[in-house]
């Protein structure tokens, strides 16, 4: 799968992110400081998650200071499920409950062995169809609310 990575900042963590997603079979797609490039938080967001929804990237995976900006801008562009997750139980229930397609990440909070611990239960979750029922609401929701 190609994994849109995307961050305003650069931290060191993120060479273990990119191994990670390379050891897992996956290949990173770069936006913002992952490019090398300066950019605000927005700015990368929209294009990566932009990437995913387009559907040139699969997946992706966001990362901020806490985390929480990168989700509320990436959850702003349609078809995009994003989820903060600070542990592995968290980002595995991301995938099966909402069937979440960007992980977002605090820089803040994270380190290489924990980056090894979400992305493990993140690659490896299978949504399945226990949370699809739920999903379909949350589509329903978006659509009314879409302009």
Do not use: Q
Not at 44 to 64: H, K, N, P, Q, R
Not at 97 to 122: G, Q
Request: proline share 3%; net charge negative; charged share 20%.
């Amino acid at each position: 799968m190609k994994i849109a990575v995307c961050a305003d900042e650069t931290y060191p963590v993120h060479a273990a992110l990119l191994r990670l997603i390379e050891i897992h079979g996956h290949t990173p797609v770069r936006f913002g400081s992952f490019t090398g490039a300066d950019v605000s938080w927005p700015e990368a967001v929209e294009a990566a998650a932009e990437a995913v929804a387009a559907g040139t990237s699969d997946e992706g995976i966001f990362l901020c200071w806490t985390g929480t900006g990168t989700c509320i801008a990436a959850n702003k562009v349609a078809t995009i499920r994003a989820a903060l997750c600070t542990d592995a139980t968290t980002a595995a229930a991301a995938r099966v409950w909402t069937h979440a397609n960007v992980l977002c990440l605090s820089h803040r909070l994270l380190t290489d062995d924990l980056a090894d611990e979400i992305l493990r239960a993140w690659f490896t979750t299978d949504p399945g169809d226990r949370g699809r029922d739920g999903v379909a609401r949350l589509a329903a929701v978006d659509r009314r609310h879409r302009r």
